[in-house]
């Protein structure tokens, strides 16, 4: 039999009822004799409640004291769910973070997974008995809880797949799996029944919410076979991940149009146009932790250029204010930002093959009368930054275009 590491996220375990419907599952798989460990996401909303409990106590409140606050969440579905799984005959135990010992590094709020200690979990599995751990968290080595970021129960699951050699990482959610594009936006999206890691990878960085970025990347590196499907369905084979590139000949060049509204841009104008200046801009930037994503610099003239790039909407003000000081330093001559952009994306490894994939999708933009601001390009995938207000519109013209509301 095989041993399934499944993970659950906040909707699947937001009230007594779904924990229960939650256990239920579980139970059929260990009744045909697989090993399952079960990993949750504390129930839906309640991070939320807890920062902002924080928030009320300190306006910005210290990061370990932080951590320490926000990890209860899944401790409390954690304790419930082994509950329930009891109250139905599955023997099983609990472990927070810390008990399974996944060990991190220090950033609080935003800790990286460094080793997992596999021994305590296998010998609960060995003896019959189902092991449910609490996603999102870990301790450093001098044992101070820590947090992997928001969304990160989804990285605990693939990385505890990986320590474990588990057969299959199931992430149940409250989709049955990945869409061409988000179906609120765009009612014709299709379910793709496999998608390869790269693809998966791209749609996640890009603003995907079906997973977080830094579980594909996990689930890539250690080859864990990964599907995602829904906690609410009991068939569906869901979504399977894949290193393998789908052999169809009638595969899309493009699989999928990802976007993402939280994105904020700024532009430090008339910096000295010498070596290092990226460097000095975006060293300052990077000191305050804060994650860049798109990068422009101007052709310089008369000695000075302007440099742009795009950060998470969330940090905007203080990236703005980091770049102030940097201005000062420079001698640059004004800082300005607009956090009201989007970004848009097509993603599909048919790229690699197809020549005219940006010609069609600019052209598609302009005949809607969509400004692009930025472009950025990789591999398998085409990034533009638009006015938010054209967010939804641009989706939709970019599903249609490239065809991924017909049937494969």
Do not use: W
């Given at each position: 039999?095989?041993?399934?590491?499944?993970?659950?996220?906040?909707?699947?375990?937001?009230?007594?009822?779904?924990?229960?419907?939650?256990?239920?599952?579980?139970?059929?798989?260990?009744?045909?004799?697989?090993?399952?460990?079960?990993?949750?996401?504390?129930?839906?909303?309640?991070?939320?409640?807890?920062?902002?409990?924080?928030?009320?106590?300190?306006?910005?409140?210290?990061?370990?004291?932080?951590?320490?606050?926000?990890?209860?969440?899944?401790?409390?579905?954690?304790?419930?769910?082994?509950?329930?799984?009891?109250?139905?005959?599955?023997?099983?135990?609990?472990?927070?973070?810390?008990?399974?010992?996944?060990?991190?590094?220090?950033?609080?709020t935003k800790a990286r997974i460094l080793s997992i200690d596999d021994a305590p979990m296998r010998r609960d599995l060995d003896a019959g008995k189902v092991v449910v751990v609490a996603g999102f968290q870990g301790v450093d080595e001098d044992g101070n809880i820590t947090t992997l970021g928001r969304g990160g129960s989804d990285t605990s699951g693939v990385a505890l797949a990986a320590a474990l050699k588990a057969d299959e990482c199931q992430i149940y959610t409250d989709v049955d799996g990945v869409y061409t594009t988000d179906p609120r936006v765009v009612p014709e999206a299709r379910k793709l029944d496999t998608i390869t890691f790269e693809e998966m990878l791209e749609m996640a960085s890009l603003g995907s919410k079906v997973l977080q970025i830094r579980s594909v990347e996990f689930a890539g590196k250690y080859k864990v076979k990964l599907r995602v499907l829904s906690s609410f369905q009991d068939e569906g084979e869901g979504t399977l991940i894949t290193v393998e590139e789908d052999k169809n000949m009638e595969q899309p060049i493009i699989s999928g149009i990802a976007f993402n509204r939280d994105e904020a841009k700024l532009t430090i104008l008339g910096v000295p146009d010498k070596p290092g200046i990226a460097y000095h801009i975006l060293g300052a930037i990077a000191d305050a932790n804060i994650d860049v994503d798109m990068i422009v610099q101007n052709v310089g003239h008369d000695g000075a250029t302007d440099f742009s790039f795009t950060v998470n909407r969330g940090e905007y003000a203080k990236a703005k204010g980091i770049l102030e000081k940097v201005k000062a330093d420079l001698g640059a001559r004004e800082v300005t930002g607009d956090n009201k952009i989007c970004k848009v994306s097509a993603v599909g490894v048919g790229m690699r093959s197809h020549p005219g994939v940006a010609s069609r999708m600019f052209k598609a933009l302009a005949d809607e009368g969509i400004n692009i601001q930025m472009i950025s390009t990789s591999e398998i995938k085409i990034s533009v930054v638009l006015d938010e207000k054209y967010l939804e519109l641009a989706v939709r013209v970019l599903h249609r275009t490239f065809g991924l509301d017909q049937a494969v």
């Open positions: 039999m095989a041993l399934i590491v499944q993970k659950y996220g906040g909707t699947s375990v937001g009230n007594p009822e779904r924990i229960k419907n939650v256990a239920r599952r579980v139970a059929r798989f260990h009744a045909q004799g697989h090993q399952v460990v079960v990993v949750v996401s504390a129930m839906s909303g309640e991070t939320n409640k807890l920062i902002a409990l924080a928030k009320e106590v300190q306006a910005s409140p210290d990061p370990r004291e932080l951590d320490q606050v926000c990890a209860t969440g899944e401790q409390v579905t954690i304790g419930l769910l082994s509950m329930a799984l009891m109250d139905i005959g599955v023997p099983a135990r609990s472990y927070t973070g810390g008990q399974v010992k996944v060990l991190t590094d220090n950033t609080f």
